[in-house]
C-alpha cells in the first residue's frame, strides 16, 4: 500500500514562496491522481490543487489559482506544490492525496493520504 510523506512547511511572511513536496513509499505515485488538500484550525479539509496521473490535467481552488502550481515527477514518485505569494490566510496543514480515480475536488475521491506539513504566513 502506497504511504505519503509530505515536506517543505515552515513559518514564512507574507508574500513568501514555499514548495511542499510529497514523496512515496510502498508503491508508484504513477497510477493515481493526486491532489493537495489543507485544514486551518477549526475548519474543515479543503481542496487546494489536483493533477492527472500523466500530469496534463491540473485543478486549482479559486483561492490559489495564479498563486500556486501542482506538479509531479512519475520518476522520482513525487508531487510538489510550488506556493508563491503566501497570505495569512494560507496557513494551514497541507495534505498530499491520491486516487485511483480521476482528478477530483472531492476528499472522499482519495485513497491515501499523508500525515500533513504545517505552512504558516505571517503578516
Known amino acids: 500500500q502506497v504511504q505519503l510523506v509530505e515536506s517543505g512547511g515552515g513559518l514564512v511572511q507574507a508574500g513568501d514562496t514555499l514548495r511542499l513536496s510529497c514523496a512515496a513509499s510502498g508503491g508508484t505515485l504513477r497510477s493515481y491522481a493526486m491532489g493537495w488538500f489543507r485544514q486551518a484550525p477549526g475548519k474543515e479539509r479543503e481542496f487546494v490543487a489536483a493533477?492527472?496521473?500523466?500530469?496534463?490535467?491540473?485543478f486549482y481552488a479559486d483561492f490559489v489559482k495564479g498563486r500556486f502550481t501542482i506538479s509531479r515527477d512519475n520518476a522520482e514518485n513525487t508531487v510538489s506544490l510550488q506556493m508563491n505569494s503566501l497570505k495569512p490566510e494560507d496557513t494551514a496543514v497541507y495534505y498530499c492525496?491520491?486516487?485511483?480515480?480521476?482528478?477530483?475536488?472531492?476528499?472522499?475521491?482519495?485513497?491515501?493520504w499523508g500525515q500533513g506539513t504545517q505552512v504558516t504566513v505571517s503578516s
Open positions: 492525496a491520491a486516487s485511483v480515480s480521476t482528478p477530483s475536488r472531492r476528499i472522499y475521491d482519495y485513497n491515501h
Open positions: 493533477i492527472s496521473w500523466w500530469g496534463r490535467s491540473t
